[in-house]
């Protein structure tokens, strides 16, 4: 099975921050991979496809990176309501997996 | 609007079984994989299993902590997604998402999901 592994797993940042999370996946996956926004009580929220394309209606201010083995999600200008848990998602192969998460809080 | 709804939850004992509904609208489903993800109380997300489109026969994959226990099945008529769970665990308690997933050359990303149902096994 292919681990992902994501860092940091909290961080808490202000208003109109650059916010960067990595992921690194323990074999090469190309460039399936995926972003998701999960907030509580809330549908889990796709944000970005194929490592960095960004699904249809999320703000610009979210961008993805990489390929093989080593990803970012990036948000160039944090906003209040991105207050979630981000997690990363290959698609490469079977099972799917998921990374541990990282907690977004706004100080 | 594309939307997912599950359904089915609830409270069920130790060795019980139980039937999740996955009710899609806004699409033909049977063109899709669809997925079910869950996640266990202070976890992140768990892949539980997919299953193809028409096209390709409706074939199934599962995660191994459920294979032999679980078992997805559609009804593309009735736009409906199931997961039947039966030799249920304590470790299956969990919040159950069913999730739309739309091909990029050839491969599968989850880009639709549900709000979820929660399943508790408990005696």
């Known amino acids: 099975d292919i681990q992902m592994t994501q860092s940091p797993s909290s961080l808490s940042a202000s208003v109109g921050d650059r916010v960067t999370i990595t992921c690194r996946a323990s074999q090469g996956i190309s460039n399936y991979l995926a972003w998701l926004q999960r907030k509580p009580g809330k549908a889990p929220k796709s944000l970005i496809y194929?490592?960095?394309s960004l699904q249809s209606g999320v703000p610009s201010r979210f961008s993805g990176s990489g390929s093989g083995t080593d990803f970012t999600l990036t948000i160039s200008s944090l906003q209040p309501e991105d207050s979630a848990t981000y997690y990363c998602?290959?698609?490469?192969?079977?099972?799917?997996?998921f990374g541990g998460g990282t907690k977004v809080e706004i100080k | 609007e594309v939307q997912l709804v599950e359904s089915g939850g609830g409270l069920v004992q130790p060795g019980g079984s139980l039937r999740l509904s996955c009710a899609a609208s806004g699409f033909t489903l049977s063109d899709f994989y669809m997925d079910w993800v869950r996640q266990a109380p202070g976890k992140g997300l768990e892949w539980v299993g997919r299953?193809?489109?028409?096209?390709?026969?409706?074939?199934?994959e599962y995660a191994a902590s459920v294979k032999g226990r679980f078992t997805i099945s559609r009804d593309d008529s009735e736009n409906s997604l199931y997961l039947q769970m039966t030799s249920l665990k304590a470790e299956d308690t969990a919040v159950y998402f069913c999730?739309?997933?739309?091909?990029?050359?050839?491969?599968?990303?989850?880009?639709?999901w549900g709000k979820g149902t929660t399943v508790t096994v408990s005696s």
């Open positions: 999730a739309r997933s739309t091909a990029v050359n050839s491969y599968y990303y989850m880009d639709v």
């Open positions: 998602q290959h698609y490469n192969s079977y099972p799917l997996t």
């Open positions: 194929a490592a960095s």
């Open positions: 299953t193809r489109n028409k096209a390709r026969s409706y074939t199934t």
